[in-house]
């Protein structure tokens, strides 16, 4: 047999081989299919079965009508899309512009052979082999550009899964204040919950927050130092310093935030409004906000008024008191009363923190009183305009 006949025999046999894996991933993916489009204890993608069997979820099936828009797919927010593919979620909407790097590799997500790829395409391959069930839909853009966040904006508001309804809930998983201050600005503007999650520099914390535009403090009511101070948050970066990143602060940072979405999407236990996590000593502060009534988003206030205006849900007051005496007999008159001093209420509840937590800086106190004021007056000369205003 020549050279010629070997190998044309060996490109036959590389053919038939390709046709039998061909087949057998056909075969494998119409399983997959079969199964993930089926509510059933055997299905591989419905992990939520075992919370409505002890009771704790009423209707899981739920989850497959959420869509969730996670802005970022880096450390945390790839395994947040993840965790939330693996749960069955019904559809996801990926946003970020960066490229998978071989640094990204210490995440629990990327792998080598997706070097080069967007985040989000990388993210929709991976997405959609672990559940094809889920709808993936992908966006690659910075949202923090003009042109951008009109998208974004327009995304969120008419991406659910139901035609022209806005996605459930908007999970940020960026890195950045100027990012996290978009997302701010978006769901404050259509009224949308969205969550805020975060790892530290240093890599030994992170947190998460649930925002409720006009019932808790938006990112803008408590912001950071950074923001507060309008310092641009470029020139913080250290040369010859990267910012340390650990899969296992993460995973932590990522599984608190899925765990309290599902908690919201399908109505089960406590959300948290905020959860911090120091890994140096494995501390879990917890706390919640109030908005600030001169946030500088006029959304924000309008949200506020918006939430005051609602009528209040009354809880019935089911304990009863029991007036019988503790002791039938006071032969020496002895009364119980409360001498504590009384305790001023605080008029700046977003000021309050929990233990563990501090604030970076106290916010000036803006008040109208000591402001001195020109008054307008007709036919006034501009020089006594100009000595007016040196006097002040």
């Known amino acids: ?130 559940n094809p069930d889920v709808r993936i839909e992908t966006h690659n853009y910075n949202i923090t550009t003009v042109e951008s966040f009109d998208k974004f904006l327009n995304t969120i508001s008419h991406g659910g899964i139901q035609p022209d309804t806005p996605v459930d809930l908007v999970l940020s998983c960026v890195d950045n204040f100027e990012a996290r201050m978009a997302i701010n600005t978006a769901c404050n503007e259509l009224g949308l919950n969205w969550f805020e999650s975060g790892v530290s520099e240093n890599a030994v914390s992170g947190h998460i927050q649930f925002i409720r535009p006009g019932e808790t403090a938006c990112f803008g009511c408590a912001p950071p130092l950074v923001v507060a101070e309008n310092i641009d948050e470029k020139t913080l970066k250290r040369e010859g310093v990267c910012a340390a990143s650990l899969p296992t602060t993460m995973g932590i940072t990522a599984g608190m935030l899925v765990q309290n979405t599902l908690k919201y999407l399908l109505n089960f236990g406590e959300v948290s409004d905020y959860l911090g996590y120091n890994a140096m000593n494995d501390f ?78 106290e916010a000036p106190e803006i008040t109208t009183e000591s402001v001195p004021t020109v008054a307008a007056a007709a036919n006034v000369d501009l020089d006594d305009l100009f000595a007016q205003m040196k006097a002040l």
Not at 85 to 96: E, H, S
Not at 319 to 333: C, F, I, K, M, Q
């Open 1 to 130: 047999m020549s050279a010629l006949d070997e190998l044309q025999a060996k490109i036959a046999e590389l053919k038939n081989e390709l046709e039998l894996q061909k087949s057998a991933t056909r075969a494998a993916r119409e399983r997959i299919d079969k199964m993930s489009a089926e509510v059933v204890d055997s299905n591989p993608y419905s992990r939520l079965m075992a919370l409505q069997r002890m009771g704790i979820v009423k209707e899981y099936e739920r989850i497959r009508e959420k869509t969730v828009a996670v802005v970022g797919i880096g450390g945390v927010g790839s395994v947040t899309a993840d965790m939330l593919t693996r749960c069955g979620i019904g559809k996801l909407i990926l946003f970020d512009y960066d490229k998978v790097e071989l640094a990204n590799m210490n995440r629990l997500f990327f792998t080598p052979d997706q070097a080069g790829l967007s985040k989000v395409e990388a993210a929709a391959r991976t997405l959609s082999f672990i």
């Open 284 to 361: 879990f502060p917890r706390m919640s906000l109030k908005p600030n009534t001169q946030c500088d988003d006029r959304h924000c206030q309008e949200r506020q008024k918006e939430y005051q205006a609602r009528p209040k849900v009354i809880a019935e007051e089911c304990a009863v008191e029991d007036d019988t005496p503790l002791h039938e007999t006071n032969e020496w008159g002895i009364e119980l009363v409360d001498d504590s001093p009384p305790v001023a209420e605080s008029t700046e509840a977003s000021k309050e923190v929990a233990t563990g937590l501090r604030l970076a800086y």
